[in-house]
């Protein structure tokens, strides 16, 4: 079956713009995570959606937000981008929250 | 915040066994503890998971101290495909908490 997808692969923004990332879940799976990867701070839990609704948040600013749509998809969104903000983002889904974890292979983002 | 501590870098060489360990002392009794391992530009795989007893499946076997405050991850025949970065994590009220993992080298 196909994995969890993450749209899009690489991009760069300046700093003040917005950006919206998507990841396609694996079918069936109704839980959606997000990560934060950097050099610096390694892997941060940003949140994580369950049948359309947030259920956790990790210690980000508001300029971090994120969505589930009823088909499972996951958009996050990071208003006014800061150069600290580059990163890769990566997404997982999994059956139930916080079970087996299936991770995309992420969006990286280059504040520039 | 939950804490988990391991060593930053681990060797060893190929066809042998290997011992990551993980602290994690500000566990509580029903937190499970997990594996996942991140290869080359890829993102993060499950490894393995477990609460109190010790846990083994296909990829690898994992011993939980009696009081929990340590896990050990074990790799039986280690493989140059094995060479990963090894996070041991916890999950606590319903956060997923990442330590900075462990690099394993795998010499052939």
């Known amino acids: 079956k196909a994995g969890v997808t993450q749209t899009p692969r690489y991009l760069i923004k300046t700093r003040g713009q917005q950006v919206t990332l998507s990841c396609s879940p694996i079918?069936?799976?109704?839980?959606v995570s997000w990560y934060q990867q950097t050099p610096g701070q390694g892997l941060q839990f940003l949140f994580e959606?369950?049948?359309?609704?947030?259920?956790n948040k990790g210690n980000f600013p508001g300029r971090f937000s994120g969505r589930q749509f009823s088909n499972s998809r996951s958009e996050m969104n990071v208003s006014t981008l800061e150069l600290g903000d580059s990163a890769l983002y990566l997404c997982?889904?999994?059956?139930?929250?916080?079970?087996?974890?299936?991770f995309g292979e992420g969006s990286r983002l280059t504040v520039l | 915040d939950a804490k988990t501590t391991q060593p930053n870098s681990m060797e060893s060489n190929e066809e042998e066994p290997v011992h990551l360990p993980c602290n994690h002392s500000t566990i509580s009794g029903t937190d499970y503890i997990h594996w996942y391992r991140q290869l080359p530009s890829q993102g993060p795989e499950y490894v393995i998971h477990?609460?109190?007893s010790n846990v083994n499946n296909r990829m690898a076997s994992l011993a939980i101290a009696e009081d929990r405050k340590s896990s050990t991850l074990i790799l039986h025949r280690a493989t140059l495909r094995d060479a990963a970065v090894y996070y041991c994590i916890e999950n606590r009220d319903d956060k997923i908490i990442f330590g900075k993992g462990t690099r394993l080298h795998i010499l052939p």
């Open positions: 997982a889904s999994s059956l139930a929250t916080f079970g087996e974890l299936f």
């Open positions: 079918s069936g799976h109704r839980s």
């Open positions: 477990g609460l109190t």
């Open positions: 959606y369950f049948s359309e609704t947030q259920r």
